[in-house]
């Protein structure tokens, strides 16, 4: 087990990462946390590695205060079985270190992926051209805005009307009234609207 960081703040105020290694299978269990303490450390080992895989038979770290101190030995020893910590060899560093390094890699990696495809849906936004309606326009209306009750049922129609656009209050906002002239209350937003055809 190791503990990564500080790094930029994230949301909720995390800064750090604590990583548990197989050292055979390679399996990586990670956690992003706000603070390092010896019982988030502690919780993170019986969450991630003891209720998932079972008590190690050795649990390697490092001369962290966190994993090193009588209270995580005495958590480890009385909660679940007598278990060894050993301070980590040369090797075991490097291979650590490495796992690490690779494990940060890859989130890194993603994340970016995730922020390129938000900024392609952003652009692909901004693209969509706006239905423009014009006034005496006729118009339906999305059923599901103006009465959800009414689309509950899966045979119901999707949009209601004709009405016809009685007043364009700014691009993309809308006001509407009857084929007879009486008003429909609020404003209606070009998303909520199609044009009707005769």
């Not at 909720?12 to 956690?31: L, P, S």
């Not at 060894?84 to 989130?107: D, I, K, M, Y």
């Not at 009685?166 to 909520?192: D, M």
């Amino acid at each position: 087990m190791d503990i990564l960081g500080p790094f930029l703040m994230a949301t909720g105020q995390r800064r750090f990462v604590i990583v548990a290694i197989d050292y055979f299978t390679k399996g990586t269990q990670a956690k992003a946390l706000a603070t390092i303490t010896t019982s988030k450390c502690e919780e993170f080992f019986r969450k991630n590695v003891v209720c998932r895989f079972g008590v190690p038979k050795i649990l390697i770290t490092d001369n962290g205060k966190q994993f090193d101190n009588s209270n995580f030995r005495s958590f480890c020893e009385e909660a679940l079985l007598p278990l060894e910590v050993s301070l980590p060899t040369v090797q075991v560093l490097q291979f650590a270190e490495a796992e690490n390094e690779e494990n940060l890699r890859g989130n890194l990696d993603l994340l970016d992926d995730v922020r390129a495809q938000a900024l392609d849906r952003m652009i692909s936004t901004k693209r969509v051209r706006m239905k423009i309606f014009r006034v005496g326009d006729l118009v339906l209306r999305k059923l599901e805005v103006f009465d959800p009750k009414a689309a509950v049922e899966k045979l119901s129609p999707n949009w209601e009307g004709p009405y016809k656009v009685s007043k364009v209050l700014r691009p993309g906002a809308y006001s509407l009234e009857t084929l007879f002239g009486e008003a429909i209350p609020r404003t209606w937003n070009a998303e909520n609207l199609r044009q009707y055809y005769q």
